[in-house]
């Protein structure tokens, strides 16, 4: 195990930034990690940036941060150019963070993965809800068969869209694959592979403005996917990015022996509750770590480093996405079911809760800072 701390550079320096460098700052006191160069292309915003993180080291290109002397860089641009920054990371020997989708096709997905594979680094591909503690709690209630075999799911997961970018609206992923697949994820951990898709779009928003720039024809903004597991079970997701607010589960989870939701969004996990036929109750669970961020690979990615370890991530996993996402954009456009024919290594997700959780006293720190 490496005690030297990490060195993390950032390649986009948009919204999602924040959330990234406030999981730095836990790792940063710690001795764990410490900021490297922040590549934010446009100057303009560069005052805006210094106001807030005046220390920080801005530059105007991404080679100068693979350059750099970190280990560790965090992709967070705009999707289309995901896998072409993945690959230059790859190439300089840093390992890569990326946010979703890291890939645009599963052709350039499977070149990241044989890259990073052959160059011996770590490539951890956004969405990271695999890594809650509390979502891996309901794992392995589930994989322990605690409400039987379950048969039917339900996610949903919107927004009201993007006031600051086009390309959330215009050229995008498209909802599926910006916010969808946050259940997609979700789902493919807890019940294994898709075999088939079922998906249809509409458009609800149908003029919009983001960036000061007027989109007159935006892409759809609606999706319901419907998805047969390879397991037997059937489950759905609704994603948009014209949902104004929503309450309900972020999962529901419905098995031949009782039934399992997780509270809150699988993104930001609120505990979660499980009715059992054998007890004829609900038990409700709290969020083991309420403080866990959306954006914890990099403290996943931080830690592998450190101790010489694989990250608790599947690539052959986020290829699949791809492929249901791909077969989701087949469905819609033939109005048929479209199959899906890869897969992946089961998931070993298994969680059992560490000892003293039940003196935590403070729930603005994580279990291990107390």
């Known amino acids: 195990m490496s005690t030297a701390p990490v ?23 710690r001795g764990f990690a410490r900021e490297g160069p922040i590549c934010a292309r446009q100057r303009e915003t560069w005052p805006d940036l210094l106001q807030r993180r ?6 105007a290109e991404a080679r100068e941060v693979v350059e750099s002397d970190v280990e560790v860089v ?24 990326v946010e979703k989708p890291f890939a645009e096709t599963r052709a350039e997905g499977e070149a990241l993965a044989a890259l990073a594979a052959e160059r011996g680094l770590h490539l951890l591909a956004a969405p990271f809800v695999q890594l809650s503690p509390t979502f891996r709690a309901l794992w392995t209630v589930v994989s322990d068969g605690d ?19 086009t390309w959330y609206h215009s050229g995008g992923p498209g909802s599926l694959a910006e916010a ?5 994820k979700s789902l493919t951990a807890l019940l294994g592979p898709v075999t088939e898709v079922h998906a249809a779009e509409a458009l609800a928003v149908r003029a919009r403005q983001a960036g000061g720039v007027e989109i007159g024809a935006p892409d759809p903004d609606v999706s319901h996917v419907m998805l047969r597991h390879r397991g037997g079970a059937l489950s759905s997701v609704v994603s948009s990015q014209a949902v104004q607010r929503y309450r309900r589960p972020a999962l529901e989870l419905y098995g031949t022996e009782g039934t399992a939701n997780l509270l809150g969004d699988d993104w930001d996990p609120r505990g979660f509750e499980v009715w059992r036929n054998a007890t ?3 038990e409700e669970r709290e969020p083991i770590e309420p403080t866990w961020l959306w954006a914890d690979g990099l403290r996943e990615a931080v830690a592998a480093v450190r101790e010489a370890r694989a990250p608790l991530a599947s690539l052959e996993h986020d ?19 479209a199959p899906v024919t890869s897969s992946f290594p089961p998931l070993d997700l298994r969680y059992e809760s560490p000892l003293g959780l039940e003196h935590l006293h403070d729930h603005t720190r994580p279990a291990d800072e107390q």
């Open 7 to 29: 060195g993390v550079g950032f390649v986009g320096a948009g919204n999602v930034l924040p959330a990234y460098l406030q999981v730095l700052d836990r790792l940063v006191p």
């Open 54 to 59: 005046p220390e920080s080291q801005l530059v």
């Open 74 to 97: 965090v992709v967070l641009t705009p999707p289309s150019s995901h896998a072409e920054l993945a690959r230059l990371v790859l190439e300089h020997g840093k390992h890569v963070v």
């Open 147 to 165: 409400i039987g075999h379950v048969h039917s799911a339900r996610g949903l997961y919107g927004n009201a869209g993007s006031h600051w970018t």
């Open 180 to 184: 969808g697949i946050y259940n997609l």
């Open 280 to 282: 004829g109750s609900w």
């Open 319 to 337: 290829l699949h996405l791809l492929d249901v996402v791909e077969a989701a954009r087949v469905s819609v456009a033939e109005r048929a079911v």
